[in-house]
């Protein structure tokens, strides 16, 4: 099972290009996707390798590609606006700095992490992030199904284990009652 400590976030799927399963794909930076064994998409929470069949450059960060198995324009529409990562060792080592931030990793990164606060324990499992606002945003999803926010900001975040896919926090009184 690939683990998203496994892969790096390569960009997402814009929509169906044509009636054959070709797709319009956003890079979020410069990737030769010769070099790249697979692309792998989030679905119903397992991560999923796709192979390329062909792929063609339309713009400076967008190309069109064919994954196998995608073979008509409504199996393409399934990919719409969804991210996709690669394999972190499909990366060029030339390019992992300009790929890396200072941490070595994004916040989407994390996604797939429990949540543990100090204070109040267990909150949930991050599902998602929220950049559509200038605050980033974790989207955590409790155990009771419900859906919360809590902000990507260092004074909050505790620790990051890596190795048990843990983040702990300790969150203002109120935040997590606020939105849940």
Known sequence: ?????????????????????????????????????????????????????????????????TLDGIDSDVQAQEFNNRTFYILRSDIPEDDEDDYDDEDGFYASDLIGYKVHDNTLGDIGMISGINDATQNVLFLITTPRGNEIFIPVADEYIVEIDHDNETLTTDLPEGLVELND
Do not use: Q
């Open 1 to 65: 099972m690939i683990k998203l400590s496994e892969l790096a976030e390569a960009g997402h799927f814009n929509k169906a290009h044509g009636i054959k399963g070709e797709m319009s794909a956003t890079l979020d930076f410069y990737l030769d996707l010769n070099d790249v064994k697979c692309i792998v998409v989030a679905i119903e929470g397992i991560f999923v390798p796709f192979f390329i069949k062909s792929w063609r450059p339309k713009t400076a960060d967008t190309c069109l590609l």
